[in-house]
């Protein structure tokens, strides 16, 4: 574990960020019709064996403190709706998030008509986090990554 | 074998009467939809098994048996939205999976001096499914809660219809990722059932340890989850560590933090030889004595026991009522617990677990909570005792009596099969019911622990303060993926 996590801070530092860059990024997430597996595990990033806090990352609970929209699910039909809400009342600039094979749009279940658009093509996705559900590693690796993406 | 017995529509409301006061409980229903008619199933729960009910809708209507038993409400709204189907008597029908913008088409309505409403969700403050709360407030004290899901809803069952039963099975397992296993033997269950197979021993003791595992991951994650409803940071912490610690032992053991991929039609997917079966029973070991230690550290937290007394109170009478199963129920002093009479599982003399008097049965937020340290309790002894050897997949074999036919003499399409699975998941019980025709999934339908606490969960809910709502939404931990499939 400590392993990975020194690992982690290697990426970081070799991204070099500038000093201006930003150190915090609030995340929102939106379920957009999961299974659960990608709650479980991007809660578990939070839990004290990953602690995703401690590098400047964070889950926030309104869309207007968020740079980052991370969404989980295949986008149902009634998620649609609440998700681009979601999207509209974030300040920019703000990034996109697909958690999960479902949300990238591979391998998805479901029944055709209950399914909106597939989310890459009702918004731009910057950050794509695959896996089934993907694990509190690949996650925060991800995510990490993200911090030298913004600026 | 599981029976279906057809009934004549005139007959349906009477029968179920019957059923209900001979003892049966009932334990879901669902639509069908051959051609352009529509059939209607209850399956029914009693000390000599299980039995489905069917009937056909003639011009899509049938008796409600909401009335009768509280338990069917939802499951006829459902099949409402769903299927068309109308159920003469349930008034008013409110909306289920069918979202629409006039409130007055799925709120109670509340009137009153000070009365207002506090909406939540879809989307929650933290990492939350999504669903939606509509509480009727006044000052601080809930009046009552409308629950509207199926924001998640993805049709999962009318997906897997005309898939063969193996092609069908991610379908069910994606249902719900905390429940994967739960669901996904129950669907197989109903499958060998349908077909006439059982499984052997290995079968049984290896879906055993692995439903048991499933348990042991979520029961931590709740525990946490309690402590987290009340803000309780060391506590939430400090589960949601072992809980990971619970996923991690599995993932090392079977190679997937929720066991995806374990679970197959007539056969096992799964195995341990001697040396992982013995590395798993270590990991456990140490968890259990680390969950020990931090339990103790909750017992004794003063400030945490405070808040949990008294809070969400169901009563063993609305719980049978509301047809409430697993912890939930059990926490309001009903012994009910699938694991007591699982044949196709390897629970050998098992009784459910239950508050020792006089904590319990209080049927509150605290009992519930203590009930899951209880369960654990068992389970690692359980998982204990089948990881002292080495698991093998197993095998369903042909010995039981398939159902041929017996779907055709109520749909008409001939050559049907049926066949039910009922399985206790961390929620409570799950039952999958599947028919068969030429060997083509026709119908599957999933009721899971979640789906059936619900409504109790609202009922729970009313006459407690807002501020104690997430708590109490906590205390039942249901998935909403399970309820919206």
């Known amino acids: ?135 509190p590693d690949a996650i925060a690796q991800h995510l990490l990554a993200a911090l030298a993406l913004d600026g | ?174 249902a719900c990722a905390a429940c994967a296993v739960a669901n996904t033997v129950a669907y197989a269950q109903a499958v060998e059932d349908a ?36 803000g309780f940071a060391p506590g939430s912490m400090a589960f949601a560590a072992l809980k990971d610690r619970a996923q991690q032992a599995i993932a090392a053991a079977f190679g997937h933090r929720f066991l995806f991929g374990t679970i197959a039609i007539g056969t096992g997917a799964a195995a341990l030889d001697a040396t992982a079966a013995d590395t798993a029973r270590a990991s456990l070991r140490e968890l259990r004595t680390e969950f020990a230690a931090a ?9 945490f026991q405070a808040r949990l007394g008294g809070v969400g109170v169901l009563e063993a009478q609305d719980a049978l009522r509301f047809g409430a199963v697993g912890p939930a129920a059990r926490a309001a002093g009903v012994p009910e617990d699938v694991r007591s009479h699982s044949p196709q599982l390897a629970y050998d003399g098992f009784a459910p677990a239950m508050l020792p008097q006089p904590a319990g049965p209080a049927g509150d937020v605290g009992a519930r909570l203590r009930l899951r340290a209880v369960e654990l309790d068992a389970s690692f002894d359980l998982l204990d005792e089948r990881l002292a050897h080495p698991l093998a997949r197993g095998v369903a074999l042909a010995g039981g009596t398939a159902n041929t036919g017996s779907v055709a003499t109520t749909g008409g399409t001939g050559g049907g099969r049926f066949g039910a699975g009922r399985v206790e998941s961390a929620r409570g019980a799950t039952a999958c019911v599947v028919e068969l025709t030429g060997g083509i999934v026709e119908r599957v339908h999933l009721r899971t622990g979640s789906y059936a606490n619900w409504p109790a969960l609202t009922h729970a809910t009313a006459g407690n303060l807002l501020p104690d709502f997430p708590l109490i939404n906590k205390s039942f931990e249901l998935c909403y993926a399970c309820v919206d499939r």
């Open chain 1, 1 to 135: 574990m400590f392993v990975l996590l020194r690992q982690l801070e290697r990426i970081r530092r070799s991204q070099r960020l500038p000093s201006g860059d930003p150190r915090w990024l609030g995340i929102r997430h939106v379920d957009a019709g999961s299974c659960n597996g990608c709650e479980h595990e991007l809660g578990a990033v939070t839990n004290p064996y990953h602690d995703l806090q401690r590098h400047g990352l964070d889950i926030v609970a309104s869309p207007r403190h968020a740079d980052i929209l991370l969404i989980t699910g295949p986008v149902t039909t009634r998620m649609a709706g609440p998700l681009l809400t979601a999207y509209r009342a974030m300040p920019e600039p703000r990034l996109v998030a697909a958690l999960g094979d479902c949300a990238l749009g591979c391998n998805i279940l479901g029944h055709a008509p209950e399914l909106a658009a597939p989310l890459d093509l009702q918004l731009p996705i910057d950050i794509r986090i695959p896996g089934c559900p993907p694990t």
């Open chain 2, 1 to 174: 074998m599981t029976t279906i017995e057809p009934i004549e529509p005139a007959a349906w409301r009477a029968t179920i009467e019957r059923a209900l006061a001979s003892g049966e409980r009932f334990a879901g229903a669902w639509a069908t939809e051959r051609g352009s008619g529509l059939g209607w199933r209850a399956l029914l729960v009693g000390e000599g098994g299980t039995r489905a009910l069917s009937c056909n809708a003639p011009g899509g209507a049938i008796d409600t048996i909401a009335d009768l038993t509280p338990a069917a409400d939802w499951d006829e709204r459902e099949a409402h939205d769903l299927y068309g189907l109308r159920f003469a008597g349930h008034e008013p029908m409110r909306a289920l999976a069918t979202h629409t913008n006039d409130p007055a088409q799925w709120m109670t309505p509340v009137h009153g001096d000070g009365v207002h409403q506090v909406a939540v969700g879809p989307i929650h403050a933290g990492v939350i499914e999504s669903g939606h709360f509509r509480l009727h407030v006044v000052g601080e004290r809930i009046l009552a809660m409308d629950p509207r899901l199926f924001y998640k809803h993805r049709g999962l069952e009318r997906a897997s219809e005309g898939l063969s039963p193996e092609q069908a099975l991610p379908y069910l397992q994606r």
């Open chain 2, 195 to 230: 077909l006439g197979l059982r499984p052997d021993r290995e079968l049984r003791v290896t879906r055993t340890v692995l439903l048991e595992l499933e348990r042991v991951y979520n029961h931590l994650h709740d525990i946490g989850a309690i402590c987290a409803g009340v």
């Open chain 2, 295 to 303: 339990w103790r550290e909750l017992e004794f937290t003063g400030s």
